[in-house]
């Protein structure tokens, strides 16, 4: 069998990356004001000079109003302001990386829904619905801890909406981008399509898995149509860290995931990020440790409060958020079986993703060993981005899989610093950027720049 090394190039739908380590989609934070070119930059950059060979810029909403999942998400329905961008596109292609945007619409997840204060100054925004909303989540409306106030897409407002990603990729193809990732999981919009907890629709759009799978199909299309054969990756959900039943009775499981991989491929998708994901925005997306450090943090708890309306709501949230961490402990690799199924079915390559941590595991993955085959093509990681900004330059450094065959018994294997404490997520709801606040990690990050272990 054929192993993969992290610093091996890789294609994706004819385009060079030049090794297999991603910087997978996060919260930039960035918004559109002023200074969102130079905040991305900011954020970006580092992970392309440090070596990364592909970036994935987090999500983007493809509407000029709605569909936000967390404030500070920048927009890009746009085209004077996506053409801006291409100040940051040339800044990553300068160290010889790629950056790939994420498109994105939040629907029923949208901050219309759950954002306290920002439904209170926009009275007048509906989130966008696949279908009605699941009784469970009409039941949290009823005792008030969400605000439903859905608009049911028809029919022709599905193409609308399919239309908006397309324009939104041919504006980032313009500002230099490399190529287009649909955010298809974490309960976006495209998310609510493809699951059956969601999607009771009767039209072409729903009834079945296939019907399910057409709105990802036709934003392939407007894309094609609009941005021309520009690489385009998109997440694949399976629902299994969702409550089981009787509470959820209807949602994907990882055979309708990797069936949904398949399909993607025969409709023309370059790539699948395989993921495992519940039907609802819980620590099933990040896992980890409870972040009793930020939700005791006072600067930011007026922010809090404004966000679920008042401190009652607030320590509800925490509670429910500390009981989910019971529920969703940290596993290395939680998307690896995944991965590993859906590649043994598809051409294309695989993106792994989640809970990834050391040079070890990148290697595992790729199939080191002798006796083992790759799980997958590529491996990112998130939230160690946010602890170390140039992580790329020690992972690279580590050589490749030959060079450390003989010296991992001696030397161990690169690590992130990253705790999974989770202490840099929860603060964006209030429009926090995505930084590590940890002393530990940030103390550690500092004595290794002092040691020069990030330059080049």
Same mark, same amino acid.
């Given at each position: 069998?054929?192993?993969?090394?992290?610093?091996?190039?890789?294609?994706? =739908? =004819?385009?060079?990356?030049?090794?297999?380590?991603?910087?997978?989609?996060?919260?930039?934070?960035? =918004?559109?004001?002023?200074?969102?070119?130079?905040? $991305?930059?900011?954020?970006?950059?580092?992970?392309?000079?440090?070596?990364?060979?592909?970036?994935?810029?987090?999500?983007?909403?493809? !509407?000029?109003?709605?569909?936000?999942?967390?404030?500070?998400?920048? !927009?890009?329905?746009?085209?004077?302001?996506?053409?801006?961008?291409?100040?940051?596109?040339?800044?990553?292609?300068?160290?010889?990386? %790629?950056?790939?945007?994420?498109?994105?619409?939040?629907?029923?997840?949208?901050?219309?829904?759950?954002?306290?204060?920002?439904?209170? !100054?926009?009275?007048?925004?509906?989130?966008?619905?696949?279908?009605?909303? +699941?009784?469970?989540?009409?039941?949290?409306?009823?005792?008030?801890?969400?605000?439903?106030?859905?608009?049911?897409?028809?029919?022709?407002?599905?193409?609308?909406?399919?239309?908006?990603?397309?324009?939104?990729?041919?504006?980032?193809?313009?500002?230099?981008?490399?190529?287009?990732?649909?955010?298809?999981?974490?309960?976006?919009?495209?998310?609510?399509?493809?699951?059956?907890?969601?999607?009771?629709?009767?039209?072409?759009? =729903?009834?079945? +898995?296939?019907? %399910?799978?057409?709105?990802?199909? $036709?934003?392939?299309?407007?894309?094609?149509?609009?941005?021309?054969?520009?690489?385009?990756?998109?997440?694949?959900?399976?629902?299994?860290?969702?409550?089981?039943?009787?509470?959820?009775?209807?949602?994907?499981?990882?055979?309708?995931?990797?069936?949904?991989?398949?399909?993607?491929?025969?409709?023309?998708?370059?790539?699948?990020? +395989?993921?495992?994901?519940?039907?609802?925005?819980?620590? #099933?997306?990040?896992?980890?440790?409870?972040?009793?450090?930020?939700?005791?943090?006072?600067?930011?708890?007026?922010?809090?409060?404004?966000?679920?309306?008042?401190?009652? &709501?607030?320590?509800?949230?925490?509670?429910?958020?500390?009981?989910? #961490?019971?529920?969703?402990?940290?596993?290395?690799?939680?998307?690896?079986?995944?991965? &590993? %199924?859906?590649?043994?079915?598809?051409?294309?390559?695989?993106?792994?993703?989640?809970?990834?941590?050391?040079?070890?595991?990148?290697?595992?993955?790729?199939?080191? !060993?002798?006796?083992?085959?790759?799980?997958?093509?590529?491996?990112?990681?998130?939230?160690?981005?946010?602890?170390?900004?140039?992580?790329?330059?020690?992972?690279?450094?580590?050589?490749?899989?030959?060079? %450390?065959?003989?010296?991992?018994?001696?030397?161990?294997? +690169?690590?992130?610093?990253?705790?999974?404490?989770?202490?840099?997520?929860?603060?964006?709801?209030?429009?926090?950027?995505?930084?590590?606040?940890?002393?530990?990690?940030?103390?550690?990050?500092?004595?290794?720049?002092?040691?020069?272990?990030?330059?080049?």
């Amino acid at each position: 069998m054929t192993s993969l090394d992290l610093e091996d190039p890789l294609e994706i =739908g =004819g385009i060079q990356v030049p090794n297999r380590l991603y910087r997978a989609p996060l919260l930039e934070c960035a =918004g559109n004001g002023p200074d969102a070119v130079d905040t $991305l930059i900011a954020d970006l950059e580092p992970a392309a000079d440090s070596g990364v060979g592909l970036l994935f810029q987090g999500a983007t909403i493809v !509407r000029g109003e709605g569909g936000c999942a967390a404030p500070g998400m920048t !927009r890009v329905h746009d085209p004077a302001f996506v053409s801006r961008l291409s100040r940051l596109t040339d800044r990553i292609h300068e160290h010889g990386s %790629r950056i790939f945007l994420q498109l994105e619409h939040g629907g029923l997840r949208s901050m219309e829904t759950w954002h306290a204060d920002y439904r209170r !100054r926009n009275p007048e925004l509906e989130q966008l619905a696949v279908s009605e909303p +699941p009784w469970q989540l009409r039941l949290l409306d009823r005792v008030g801890f969400l605000s439903y106030n859905p608009h049911v897409l028809t029919t022709d407002e599905v193409y609308d909406l399919a239309a908006d990603f397309g324009r939104s990729a041919a504006y980032a193809v313009d500002a230099g981008y490399d190529g287009i990732h649909i955010s298809g999981a974490n309960m976006g919009i495209v998310q609510q399509f493809l699951s059956p907890f969601y999607n009771r629709r009767d039209d072409e759009f =729903g009834g079945s +898995p296939e019907a %399910r799978l057409q709105f990802l199909a $036709l934003v392939h299309d407007e894309i094609r149509d609009r941005a021309g054969d520009v690489p385009l990756v998109t997440k694949v959900p399976a629902e299994t860290p969702a409550p089981p039943a009787p509470l959820v009775r209807r949602k994907l499981s990882l055979e309708d995931g990797i069936e949904t991989a398949r399909r993607l491929e025969r409709v023309g998708y370059d790539a699948v990020v +395989p993921v495992l994901t519940s039907v609802v925005w819980d620590m #099933s997306i990040v896992r980890g440790e409870y972040p009793e450090r930020a939700w005791t943090d006072e600067g930011f708890r007026e922010g809090y409060d404004e966000a679920f309306g008042g401190s009652t &709501r607030r320590r509800l949230v925490a509670a429910g958020n500390w009981l989910e #961490s019971l529920g969703y402990d940290f596993e290395p690799a939680w998307n690896e079986e995944f991965c &590993r %199924r859906v590649r043994e079915e598809v051409s294309i390559p695989v993106l792994a993703e989640g809970g990834i941590r050391d040079r070890g595991q990148i290697d595992r993955l790729l199939g080191d !060993r002798a006796d083992a085959r790759p799980a997958c093509d590529a491996v990112g990681m998130a939230r160690p981005f946010y602890a170390e900004p140039r992580l790329g330059a020690r992972l690279l450094a580590a050589g490749t899989g030959e060079e %450390r065959a003989g010296e991992r018994a001696a030397d161990g294997e +690169p690590s992130v610093l990253c705790e999974s404490c989770n202490n840099c997520t929860v603060p964006q709801v209030t429009g926090a950027p995505g930084i590590c606040r940890t002393p530990d990690v940030l103390r550690k990050r500092g004595e290794l720049d002092r040691e020069g272990v990030y330059d080049d």
